[in-house]
C-alpha cells in the first residue's frame, strides 16, 4: 500500500509537528482531525495552532478537520492523542476506520489490561499496529531541527513506504521489527526520567548523575528483556535516544517531576492532579513484575513505587538507590 492520504488523530503538539513536516512532501495529503474547533479554524484559516504554537507558521498545505469520514480513505493513521484516551476513541471510530491503513502509535503509555496500545490494537483491529517513537521535541521538529525516529512494524515493507513520506525532511529514521520492544522502551524511560530528575536535584553531581544513568539503563534493559523485547532496541533512537533526552533535559515533564520531587515540592495533591506517564507506568510494571515473582531484582522502579504509593519519604528514596 503507497501512503498517499495521511491522517493525523489530534491536534497537539506532536501531532501538529508530523502533519507539519509530512505536508512538505507535495506527493501526500495530510489532515489532522481534532475535536477542538478553534484550532481547526486557525490552522486551516490562520495557518497556525494557536493553542499549542501560536508564534510558529504551520505549511499551507496542512489542513484540520472534524469530519470523522476522512478516516474511511486514510492510507495511514498517526495516533497523537493521550494512552488513557486512544483506545476508547478507537473504538468509537472503528466503524469509519479503513480497515487496511497502519496505525502508527505516537503515544507513550499502556493501552488496557497492562497491554501496550499495539497489542490492545493487535486484538481488537483488523489494522497493522506501528510504533513511532524516538528523542524528539516537538516545538525543535516545528523549527525544523534536524529529528530521529524509529519507525516499528511487523511488516518492512510498510516502513520502505513510511520513509518516502518523510522525504526531503530532516528527519531521520530507523526501523525494527520489535514493536513491543519500542513500546515498552517509550513507557519505561519516563519512569527513570523521574529518578535521574530527583538525584539532579538533590546533588547536581555529573559523578552520581551518571552513575545512576548507568545503573537506570541496565535495569530498564533487564526489565525490556523480561516483557519480551530486544536488546538491539535500545540502540535506535527510540532506545539509548529517547531515553537520555527525556532523562536530562528540563524539558522533559517527567525529569521536571523528578526534580520537583527532589526539591521537596511533591505532595499527594501534586500526585492527584499531576498523573504523567512515568507515574502510572511504575504501578503497571511493578504489578506485572511482583505478579511473576522478580521485583527484588528491580531495586530502582521498586523504590520508586514506594514513594508514589506507599507513602515513603524522597531521602529515604535517595539513600537507597544511591547506596545499593
Not at 509530512?22 to 495529503?29: G, I, K, L, T
Not at 478507537?90 to 501496550?116: C, D, E, W
Not at 547536581?204 to 519480551?228: C, D, V, Y
Request: glycine share 6%; net charge neutral; hydrophobic share 40%.
Amino acid at each position: 500500500m503507497k501512503f498517499r492520504k495521511i491522517v493525523i488523530i489530534g491536534s497537539g503538539a506532536i501531532g501538529t509537528a508530523i502533519g507539519n513536516t509530512v505536508a512538505n512532501n507535495s506527493q501526500v495529503e495530510v489532515i489532522i482531525l481534532s475535536i477542538e474547533d478553534d484550532v481547526i479554524e486557525s490552522i486551516n484559516n490562520n495557518h497556525i495552532n494557536k493553542k499549542y504554537f501560536p508564534n510558529i507558521p504551520l505549511n499551507e498545505r496542512l489542513v484540520a478537520t472534524a469530519g470523522l469520514n476522512v478516516l474511511n480513505s486514510a492510507d495511514l493513521v498517526f495516533l497523537g492523542i493521550p494512552s488513557s484516551a486512544l483506545l476508547d476513541y478507537l473504538r468509537k471510530v472503528k466503524a469509519v476506520l479503513n480497515p487496511r491503513a497502519p496505525l502508527v502509535n505516537l503515544a507513550k503509555g499502556f493501552g488496557s489490561q497492562h497491554k501496550t496500545i499495539a497489542q490492545c490494537i493487535s486484538e481488537e483491529f483488523e489494522n497493522p499496529p506501528c510504533s513511532l517513537k524516538g528523542p524528539t521535541f516537538a516545538r525543535e521538529m516545528l523549527e525544523k531541527s534536524p529529528t530521529a525516529f524509529t519507525f516499528a512494524a511487523e511488516d518492512e515493507q510498510h516502513f520502505r513506504e513510511f520513509e518516502k513520506i518523510f522525504k526531503g525532511s530532516p528527519v531521520a529514521l530507523d526501523f525494527t521489527t520489535d514493536v513491543l520492544g519500542v513500546e515498552l522502551t517509550s513507557i519505561l524511560k519516563n519512569i527513570y526520567a523521574i529518578v535521574i530528575g530527583i538525584i539532579d536535584a538533590r546533588f547536581n553531581s555529573p559523578n552520581l548523575r551518571f552513575l545512576m544513568l548507568t545503573r537506570a539503563f541496565k535495569e530498564l534493559r533487564e526489565i525490556l528483556n523480561q516483557f519480551g523485547g530486544k536488546d538491539e532496541t535500545l540502540f535506535k533512537y527510540c532506545g539509548f535516544g529517547d531515553f537520555t533526552l527525556t532523562a536530562l533535559n528540563d524539558l522533559s515533564r517527567n525529569r521536571t517531576l523528578g526534580l520537583f520531587m527532589g526539591k521537596g515540592f511533591y505532595t499527594k495533591e501534586i500526585s492527584d492532579k499531576v498523573l504523567l506517564e512515568g507515574k502510572i507506568a511504575t504501578k503497571i510494571f511493578c504489578e506485572e513484575i511482583a505478579r511473576r515473582n522478580n521485583l527484588h531484582n528491580h531495586f530502582i522502579i521498586n523504590e520508586l513505587y514506594k514513594v508514589f504509593y506507599e507513602g515513603v519519604d524522597i531521602t529515604t528514596f535517595i539513600n537507597k538507590v544511591v547506596n545499593i
